[in-house]
């Protein structure tokens, strides 16, 4: 009866392992649950209570697996998290990718083109969208739609299957952050380069005025008002739309 007992409690914790394997790396890559706003001891048992809950209805007997085979489930599991984590966190990719291009085109990080190892690596308008586009999609929902992705997941690509996802779709993934960075930064990168050719026009007529040094100020300012004006309406009303939902996961799956 003891032996029993271990065997069956050994099995959970295995298969909570191997749960842990996938929900781990989405949980990572999703931004309200980075270390720098969660710590990692209240992260870490999140993900391993969530694992045991999922897990427990999808039992595999890994007891009767090698060490190889185990290798092999823990990778595909891992393989599968970072899907999911990249297709969750698309949404916020573009708003951080959409700040880091502003202020790049204003020269708050100027340090980082001068020299890309000792600057900052995130700007802060970077932080801000990605902070507030994850606020707006957690007010919405989003975590229902985590849960429910991960569970989709698991209905799709059992931890005992030997199939993995299509990882085709996720070039488009790429090229879908990029088009829409450029698309939603334009108005704001488009009024920064008018106030530049302004400024290098009136440089041609007093040549004691320094553009360069104004032109940080200038554009600076032009960027906030743009985004005073635009960010409300229109960006704000942009996350859910560009977020990932369960059905659509339905793209990865290969019979």
């Not at 092999?72 to 990249?86: D, K, P």
């Not at 106030?195 to 032109?215: D, K, P």
Request: charged residues 10%; hydrophobic residues 50%.
């Amino acid at each position: 009866m003891e032996q029993e007992l271990l065997y069956e409690i050994h099995s959970i914790m295995a298969a909570t392992a191997i749960g842990f394997c996938r929900i781990a790396p989405t949980f990572y890559l999703l931004p309200f649950f980075a270390s720098g706003n969660i710590p990692a001891v209240v992260r870490h048992p999140v993900i391993i209570l969530l694992s045991f809950a999922l897990v427990q209805h999808f039992h595999y007997e890994l007891l009767t697996l090698n060490k190889i085979n185990i290798a092999l489930i823990a990778s595909r599991e891992i393989l599968i998290g970072l899907l999911i984590g990249c297709l969750l966190a698309s949404p916020f990719w573009i708003f951080l990718a959409i700040g880091s291009f502003i202020d790049n085109q204003r020269g708050a990080t100027l340090s980082s083109t001068l020299d890309p190892a000792t600057g900052v690596d995130t700007s802060e308008l970077a932080r801000l969208f990605n902070l507030f586009s994850a606020s707006v999609y957690l007010t919405n929902g989003g975590m229902n739609f985590i849960l429910e992705t991960l569970w989709q997941s698991y209905t799709l690509w059992s931890p005992g299957d030997n199939g993995i996802p299509n990882l085709v779709p996720v070039l488009s993934l790429i090229n879908n952050i990029m088009t829409h960075t450029i698309v939603y930064a334009s108005p704001v990168i488009a009024v920064m380069l008018g106030g530049e050719a302004v400024l290098g026009l009136l440089s041609r007529y007093a040549s004691q005025l320094n553009a360069f040094a104004i032109s940080l100020t200038i554009k600076s300012a032009l960027a906030f008002f743009i985004l005073i004006v635009y960010f409300g309406p229109i960006l704000a009303e942009r996350v859910m739309p560009l977020s990932f939902y369960p059905e659509q996961l339905q793209r990865y799956f290969v019979k």
